[in-house]
């Protein structure tokens, strides 16, 4: 679809047409308030049309007595100078009563199409730049007269001063019966997968989620779920819970190992047992997802960064395999460059950057804050780390990414998970490091030039902040290694 909205955007849209038995027949959509008038223009009011009744007043719809299921939906979005950047509570009521309440607000530094040119971060009411509108669904169900007139009202909480601009788009779906007392389906796999609005966390090799969904009329309690990689290992994971008719819920499933991607690039998902009996429905029981393979590593691995202005708003986190955080930095100092040498076994691993602000280390916006960069790197034996991913500083709220250690790099005899850390980088009179370890070690430190010529011997202990005066030493390339009970570290820095 080309041309649409203001002719800025063009729209790809698809309608995916499923085959098989409705978890339940729909009697009727019926439109509550429609977003168009008859000219087909684009509009909304102002919150105190909304509250006077002009617009989106009161409507008095009859509800089938063959009614068994009636959900509302509503997609809101404010606009306006005092609409688009304010949060707000807003309701729709059935028979005098407010049923629903609706936070109108969506979080817009995690949106997985970015970077965006303006103000793509900042929050909206219901909306971001490049994202679905949110679309807010109840059970009025046990709310209604069925074979009656039912009255439904919307509005919005509070006295709103200024310009406000709502735009609503309100329906009821009235259902039949459920088709089955006991089923369940896969509603989604969001990792591993190449769907756009999943792109944040993929492509992935950690451990995968889904979303499952009670489709059947009886409260479901559990699952048992088979998943892998097609053409390779079968894993098994029960599940229990409390999901009534059309809830669903996000799962996360445990992997054994790298070996579990070992196969084709595509994942798939089937359950079965709902509450330990037959599942009375088995088309919407399995599902696939074709992904995009994760970074591997071929040589020593470092993450690399530089801090902005604010790296108060930074954090760092490593996960390994297992959801477990094996290495959580913060409180980095203001335009500094670290660099962290990450000597793991072998595995999938995490790399989460977050920024409390949503504005990452760069954006346009908040030029004050200054500008900083991030990268994963290899060690390929030049005198500088060669970048194997750049994350883009323009991220918002938050970055990811999956990177697999094979078992060809690295000490695989490793008993601990440990972590280098060493900043500035170039340093040019004191050179900070970290040597983290998950128990304590002491350990033998040592610098070397380029030529490989000991300079500096010292003692030092694992999980404790340390610093070298260099600022005596010539320009250039020099080694730091540590040497303890858990093998030998070495890394390089840049004196400047």
């Not at 223009?41 to 919150?47: A, K, L, S």
């Amino acid at each position: 679809v080309e041309g649409v909205g203001n002719q800025q955007e063009e729209l790809d849209i698809k309608f995916l047409f499923i085959k098989g038995t409705p978890h339940a027949e729909i009697i009727d959509v019926i439109q509550i308030w429609p977003i168009r008038p008859a000219s087909g223009v684009w509009y909304g009011f102002g919150n105190d049309q909304i509250s006077n009744n002009s617009v989106f007043e009161p409507r008095d719809i009859p509800i089938p007595a063959e009614a068994a299921y009636v959900k509302s939906r509503a997609a809101i979005t404010g606009h306006g100078s005092n609409g688009e950047f304010t949060a707000r509570n807003h309701f729709l009521s059935v028979n005098g009563s407010n049923v629903q309440q609706m936070t109108v607000w969506k979080e817009c530094g995690d949106n997985p199409v970015y970077p965006q040119g303006g103000t793509w971060i900042f929050d909206r009411a219901g909306w971001c730049p490049g994202m679905a509108t949110d679309v807010h669904t109840e059970d009025l169900t046990g709310f209604l007269n069925l074979g009656e007139d039912n009255t439904f009202d919307y509005g919005v909480f509070g006295s709103v001063a200024g310009n406000t601009d709502y735009r609503v788009n309100s329906q009821l779906v009235i259902y039949g019966p459920p088709s089955f007392n006991l089923d369940a389906e896969v509603a989604d796999i969001i990792n591993p997968s190449m769907k756009v609005e999943h792109e944040r966390k993929n492509p992935s090799c950690n451990r995968p989620s889904i979303r499952i969904r009670n489709t059947g009329a009886e409260k479901l309690t559990s699952l048992t779920i088979n998943y892998g990689v097609t053409g390779g290992e079968t894993m098994t994971q029960e599940w229990t819970g409390d999901l009534n008719y059309l809830k669903s819920t996000v799962v996360t499933l445990e992997i054994s190992g790298m070996d579990f991607w070992s196969g084709s690039n595509e994942f798939f998902v089937e359950i079965s047992n709902p509450n330990g009996a037959q599942d009375e429905y088995a088309d919407n029981n399995r599902m696939t997802s074709k992904f995009s393979p994760s970074l591997v590593a071929t040589h020593k691995l470092f993450f690399d960064m530089k801090t902005n202005n604010r790296p108060q708003e930074n954090s760092l986190n490593i996960y390994n395999h297992r959801g477990e955080v094996i290495l959580a930095e913060g409180n980095f100092d203001p335009n500094t460059t670290y660099s962290f040498e990450m000597d793991f076994p072998a595995g999938c691993y995490t790399i989460e950057l977050k920024d409390s602000d949503d504005d990452g280390l760069e954006f346009w916006f908040n030029a004050g804050d200054g500008n900083g960069w991030a990268r994963l790197a290899q060690d390929e034996g030049g005198p500088f780390n060669f970048p194997i991913h750049t994350f883009n500083p323009d991220f918002g709220g938050d970055v990811y990414v999956d990177v697999s250690i094979p078992t060809t790099v690295g000490n695989q005899n490793l008993q601990e998970f440990q972590s280098l850390k060493v900043f500035p980088n170039p340093a040019k009179d004191l050179l900070r490091f970290e040597w983290n370890t998950e128990n304590r070690h002491d350990a033998k430190m040592s610098l070397y030039n380029a030529t490989g010529k000991l300079i500096h011997v010292s003692k030092i202990s694992s999980n404790e902040s340390q610093a070298i005066d260099i600022s005596r030493y010539e320009k250039g390339i020099y080694y730091l290694k540590i040497e303890s009970d858990l093998g030998l570290r070495t890394t390089k820095f840049v004196k400047s």
